[in-house]
């Protein structure tokens, strides 16, 4: 059973980066599509980015292309989000999310139906 964890998450000042990394067990990564999502107090769930199984295909949310971006190295089982010039309002609990086995591409607005615990970002001076 796949299992992902979170990490990387912490407090940085605005304009500064962080890098989240999403670790997963249980199953090969190179099977399932992967995204990040993130959520802030009293705001809904947002999609952040994917990347899919074959690692070809890449999606942004419109608030962050262009500063973040999605990588994965299977031989660590991981996925990471590199975040650059971060900003207040991208203070969140960030997760990560499997798409179901043998998924095809990756979406922001599929369903993903394995969770992370989440890790959160704080952007503040």
């Known amino acids: 059973q796949l299992q992902l964890v979170e990490s990387g998450g912490g407090l940085v000042q605005p304009g500064g980066s962080l890098r989240l990394s999403c670790a997963a067990s249980?199953?090969?990564?190179?099977?399932?599509?992967i995204g990040w999502f993130r959520q802030a107090p009293g705001k809904e769930r947002e999609g952040v980015s994917c990347i899919s199984r074959d690692g070809r295909s890449t999606n942004y949310g419109d608030s962050v292309k262009g500063r973040f971006v999605i990588s994965r190295d299977i031989t660590k089982s991981t996925v990471y989000l590199q975040m650059n010039s971060l900003r207040p309002e991208d203070t969140a609990m960030y997760y990560c999310a499997a798409l179901p086995r043998w998924a095809l591409g990756c979406s922001l607005t599929a369903t993903y139906n394995t969770w992370g615990q989440g890790t959160q970002v704080t952007v503040s001076s």
């Open positions: 249980g199953l090969a990564l190179s099977v399932y599509g």
